[in-house]
T-cell receptor, first 111, second 113 residues
Framework: KQEVTQIPAALSVPEGENLVLNCSFT??????LQWFRQDPGKGLTSLLL?????REQTSGRLNASLDKSSGRSTLYIAASQPGDSATYLCAVRDYTGKLIFGQGTTLQVKP | GAGVSQSPSNKVTEKGKDVELRCDPISGHTALYWYRQSLGQGLEFLIY????????KSGLPSDRFSAERTGGSVSTLTIQRTQQEDSAVYLC???????????FGSGTRLTVV
């Protein structure tokens, strides 16, 4: 059974820091991996999608990597801003089409 | 439409009543998913549709929960005889088959009193 774990559960950093969020999964047979952002009381916003054949994806200050063989992904946020404060969710899509989520990392960026 | 649309955005219902939650996926997206997010909890998979069929219903928590999808588009999640533990945000997502990612709606916040 696929399990997705995110570390740390919570993170507080001063504005301007670069930071890394970690995601690990137990079964390497994944179709793709997607990072989402969730603001309090809101739905999920897709940040980056990495196909199983890819190693990384970049969008602005965000960079996500995927090492399928070791079951790991990282989300790198450069020059963090208070507006980046949110919960970040990692999810893997298996070959049945189901998306399996981690518990999330709640990020607070202090001005 | 441009995004996944869910209605209502908020629903307060009395314990024991039935509720229907609606999801209108992105046009052309053949896959549709329902998830539930309870307060302070992660996302719990409920059911997945490919077209109008549901190959995976394994996440439905009890037989009070059912879902259907018609015309390969709109889906309705029905909860019968609601209980307080059903209170949660119900999220719908759609996806193209193949290498598409998921797009989520804003959710329906259900409160059972």
């Amino acid at each position: 059974k696929q399990e997705v774990t995110q570390i740390p559960a919570a993170l507080s950093v001063p504005e301007g820091e670069n930071l890394v969020l970690n995601c690990s999964f137990t079964d390497s047979a994944i179709y793709n991996l997607q990072w989402f952002r969730q603001d309090p009381g809101k739905g999920l916003t897709s940040l980056l999608l990495i196909q199983s054949s890819q190693r990384e994806q970049t969008s602005g200050r965000l960079n996500a990597s995927l090492d399928k063989s070791s079951g790991r992904s990282t989300l790198y946020i450069a020059a963090s801003q208070p507006g980046d404060s949110a919960t970040y969710l990692c999810a893997v899509r298996d070959y049945t089409g189901k998306l399996i989520f981690g518990q999330g990392t709640t990020l607070q960026v202090k001005p | 439409g441009a995004g996944v649309s869910q209605s209502p955005s908020n629903k307060v219902t009395e314990k024991g009543k039935d509720v229907e939650l609606r999801c209108d996926p992105i046009s052309g997206h053949t896959a549709l998913y329902w998830y539930r997010q309870s307060l302070g909890q992660g996302l719990e998979f409920l059911i997945y549709f490919q077209g109008n069929s549901a190959p995976d219903k394994s996440g439905l928590p009890s037989d009070r929960f059912s879902a259907e999808r018609t015309g390969g588009s709109v889906s309705t999640l029905t909860i019968q005889r609601t209980q307080q533990e059903d209170s949660a945000v119900y999220l719908c997502a759609s996806s193209l088959t193949g290498d598409g990612g998921y797009t989520f709606g804003s959710g329906t916040r259900l409160t059972v009193v």
